[in-house]
């Protein structure tokens, strides 16, 4: 990530005449373990455009492959689409459908929580 990030800073920085750290953090990884975990990374991954407040819904953010994958627009030539389900759940119909209800329920609880903040 150094390799890839270092130089766009650097010119970025040079761009705007500023100095100092352009990334908040250290790029950070972490072993998936389990199909659950897969599951949440990528609920996570297609939530974040949603949480940052760029749209309302994750299937309306053009960069993401989340309305392609769960069949809402047809795929990109690039996206295998039944590589992603797989992981999700074995079988093939039921897969998208279990995407899409992990992604709802997160949904759902981070609205839940906003709630709670806001109202205290």
Same mark, same amino acid.
């Given at each position: 990530?150094?390799? $890839? ?7 970025? %920085? +040079? ?5 100092? %750290? $352009? &990334?908040?953090?250290? &790029? !950070? ?9 897969? *599951?949440? *990374?990528?609920? !996570?991954?297609?939530? %974040? /455009? ?15 492959? !989340?309305?392609? *994958?769960?069949?809402?627009? /047809? /795929?990109?030539? &690039? $996206? +295998? ?5 797989? $992981? ?7 897969? /998208? ?24």
């Amino acid at each position: 990530m150094q390799w $890839l990030l270092a130089p766009y800073a650097h010119d970025f %920085n +040079d761009r705007h005449k500023r100095r100092g %750290n $352009l &990334f908040h953090s250290r &790029f !950070y990884s972490k072993r998936v373990r389990s199909g659950d975990q897969l *599951t949440a *990374t990528l609920v !996570y991954v297609y939530l %974040n /455009p949603v949480r940052a407040g760029a749209v309302e819904h994750a299937e309306l953010w053009s960069w993401s492959s !989340y309305a392609a *994958t769960i069949g809402r627009t /047809p /795929p990109h030539d &690039f $996206l +295998d689409r039944r590589a992603v389900l797989e $992981l999700v759940d074995s079988n093939e119909s039921v897969a /998208p459908f279990r995407l899409e209800l992990a992604v709802r329920e997160a949904r759902e609880r981070d609205l839940a929580s906003a709630g709670v903040r806001h109202s205290v």
